[in-house]
C-alpha cells in the first residue's frame, strides 16, 4: 500500500474518529482497481457511539423550530453548491463516474432536492382541530419518529445519502446514515461539509461493512431503518427489524419494463431508451433494461438500438465524450458477466456483451435479444449496460411480460395513442410510469416501488411523511 492512500474515518457527535477497534476497509479506485483509501470497518463499538450521539441530540433538535431547520437545510444546499467541486471529484474517485456528468446531472438535483424538504420542514401539520365528540377537541399532531438509521448503496452514494438526510432531519429526527463500503469518500466528505452547520449528534456518518449495517438496524435506539440497496438485503432489513418493531423503508432492486407499440417515433424511442438504459453503466434500479416492442417494428427497432450501443461511449471521468465509466467493483463485473454467459441458446448479443479493456471495472453497451419471459436475465436484475429486448402482438401480451416479474419499481410506456398509455399506466404495477419518456426525477414526485422492490417513498411530500408519526391529542372543553 503506498503511503498517498488516504484515511477516511468515522464522523460520530461532532467529531471524526477512527473505529474503536482500529479495523480498515481498503477501497478500491474501480477505473484503476487500486486502493486509494481505508476506511473504518465499524463494529459493535461504534454502531453505540453513534446511536448514543443521535439519540442525545434527538430532543434539541426535535424541538427546533420548523423555521430553524429550514435554514439549516438551506445553509446544506448553499454548502454543496459552493463545495461542488470536491464532491464532484470524490464521487468520481468513489465510483469512476465521468466528471462532467457528475457536475451536471447530480449536483443540481441534490441541492435542489435539500432545499425542497427546507421548504417542506416548515408543512409539518397535522388535520386541523375539531370536534367529532361533544365537548372535546381532537387534535393531530405531526411528529418526528427519532433515530434513523440509514444505508445508502453504492450506485449513487451522495445523492441517496441526500434522499435519505434531507427528509429525516426536516422532519426533526437525527441520523445515523452508513455508505456502502466500496463508496465512503463522498459520504465522509458530506459529514464534513454538515458538520459545519448542523448541532453535534443531529448527523452521524459511520463506515463498515454488511455487519456494520445489520448493527444499526438490529440496535434498539433507531426507531426507523431505512435502505436502499438489494431484495436480499432488504428482506434482511425486514426481518431484524421486525424484532424490536421498528419502522422500515426500504427501496430495492428494479426491473423496468419499456413498452414500445407500433405507432413509436422509433429514432426518439431508442435515443431515449439507451441513454436511460445506459447512464451510470445501467446501475440504477429505475433504468429501462427490459424492452418490450411490438413484433411489427421489433427488427427495425433492435437494429437501431444496436447501432446506438455501439455509439455509446464508456471510458475515464474526465473524458467528455463518454456516457459512463466503470461498473462499481469487481463483483459486480463478475456478476454482469455472468448474466451474459449464461444466456440461453435462443438468445442473440445484438451489440457489445464484453469487458472493455483489462484495466477497470468497464463494459460494453449491449443489447440482447430473442429473449423469452422467463430468462434468468429478463427476470432478475442485472444492474449493468444490458438491455434485453422481447417481442409482444398486442396490448394485452405486453402488459402480461411487463408485470410478469417479481420486481415493481419504475416502468415506461411508448405510444402515440393517448387512451392506450392511459390504460397502461392504469395497468402497470409500478410505482412509477413515464410515458414517452423514461428516468425524469423531480423533488416534488414520489419515487419508490411495489412487490419486492420495496416499500415507503423517497423525495415528495410522501418521503417527508415516512419520516413522522402522527399522534391523536384529545382535550375536554369542560373547566
Known sequence: MTTDVRRLRNYINGEFRDAADGRTIDVVNPVTEEVYATSPLSGQADVDAAMDAAAAAFPAWRDVTPAERQKAL??????????????????????????????????????????????????????????????????????????????????????MAVWKFAPALAAGNTVVIKPSDTTPASTVLIAEIIGQILPKGVFNVICGDRETGRAMVEHPTPA?????????????????????????????????????????????????????????AGQDCTAATRVMVHESIHDEFVTALAKAAADTKTGLPDDADVLYGPLNNANQLAQVSGFIERLPAHAKVEAGGHRVGDKGYFYAPTVVSGLEQDDEIIQHEVFGPVITVQSFTDE????????????????????????????MSKNLDFGCVWINTHIPLVAEMPHGGFKKSGYGKDLSAYGFEDYTRIKHVMTSLDD
Open 224 to 280: 426507523m431503518a431505512s435502505i436502499t440497496g438489494s431484495v436480499r438485503a432488504g428482506m434482511q432489513v425486514a426481518e431484524s427489524a421486525a424484532k424490536d418493531v421498528k419502522r422500515v423503508h426500504l427501496e430495492l432492486g428494479g426491473k423496468a419494463p419499456v413498452v414500445v407499440f407500433e405507432d413509436t417515433d422509433i429514432a426518439k424511442a431508442v435515443e431515449g431508451i439507451s441513454v436511460a438504459g445506459y447512464f451510470n
Open 74 to 159: 438551506l445553509k446544506i444546499a448553499d454548502a454543496f453548491e459552493e463545495r461542488a467541486e470536491d464532491l464532484v471529484a470524490a464521487e468520481s474517485e468513489n465510483t469512476g463516474k465521468p466528471l462532467e456528468l457528475t457536475r451536471t446531472e447530480e449536483i443540481p438535483p441534490m441541492v435542489d432536492q435539500i432545499r425542497f424538504f427546507a421548504g417542506a420542514a416548515r408543512l409539518l401539520e397535522g388535520r386541523s382541530a375539531g370536534e367529532y365528540m361533544e365537548g372535546l377537541t381532537s387534535i393531530v399532531r405531526r411528529e418526528p419518529v427519532g433515530v434513523c438509521a440509514q444505508v445508502a448503496p453504492w450506485n449513487y452514494p451522495m445523492m
Open 396 to 423: 394485452a401480451q405486453a402488459l402480461e411480460y411487463a408485470n410478469g416479474v417479481e420486481y415493481a419499481l419504475a416502468s415506461s410506456v411508448w405510444t402515440k395513442d393517448h387512451g392506450r398509455a392511459m390504460r
